[in-house]
């Protein structure tokens, strides 16, 4: 299977991705999430199962989109696959990323703490899940200009 085979097949399991997230997006945003919301958690075991299964969903779509599907957008476009930050660099300048490429990477540090850290500090949870939440939109533009690009250019070639 080629580079554009790959790709093909990734965008349309992003779309699955998109699906469940949105999921999960379409209730969590219309919470307002502060510290005492954070506090509420562990007596709400529904509601917790619900913000990981949000956290979860954003970052399988982080990752995917990160280390899979711009790998191969990079590939099919004929350039370099680089460090994380050089291949946002390279969708920054292509007008894909709906922020700075550093922002990119700083979003992933803010992931990864939701994925793999237990809440103990209320205040920065909340913070972080606001910010998944603020970026929820820009990611999915994200994949929806890389794939507009992908369809204008990629598929030309």
């Given at each position: 299977m080629?580079s554009?085979?790959?790709l ?6 992003c779309?699955?991705i998109?699906?469940?997230l949105?999921?999960s997006?379409?209730?969590i945003?219309?919470?307002t999430?502060?510290?005492q919301?954070v506090?509420e958690?562990?007596?709400d ?5 619900r913000?990981?299964?949000?956290c979860a969903?954003?970052?399988k779509?982080?990752?995917y989109?990160s280390?899979?599907v711009l790998k ?8 370099h696959?680089?460090?994380a930050l050089e291949?946002?660099?390279v ?5 894909i990323?709906?922020?700075?490429s550093?922002q990119?990477v ?5 992931r ?10 209320a ?8 910010a998944i939440?603020q970026m ?5 533009l994200?994949?929806d200009k ?12």
């Amino acid at each position: 299977m080629n580079s554009r085979e790959r790709l093909d097949m990734a965008l349309l399991h992003c779309e699955k991705i998109r699906h469940e997230l949105l999921f999960s997006f379409g209730w969590i945003s219309r919470e307002t999430i502060d510290e005492q919301w954070v506090r509420e958690l562990e007596a709400d075991e529904m509601k917790k199962e619900r913000v990981s299964a949000f956290c979860a969903r954003f970052g399988k779509l982080q990752d995917y989109l990160s280390d899979k599907v711009l790998k191969l957008w990079l590939d099919v476009m004929g350039e370099h696959v680089g460090t994380a930050l050089e291949n946002f660099s390279v969708a920054e300048q292509a007008g894909i990323l709906g922020m700075p490429s550093e922002q990119m990477v700083e979003l992933r540090t803010v992931r990864n703490r939701l994925t793999h850290e237990y809440v103990e500090n209320a205040k920065t949870f909340a913070a972080d899940v606001n910010a998944i939440i603020q970026m929820t939109p820009v990611l999915l533009l994200m994949l929806d200009k890389l794939s507009e690009h992908y369809q204008r250019v990629g598929k030309k070639e």
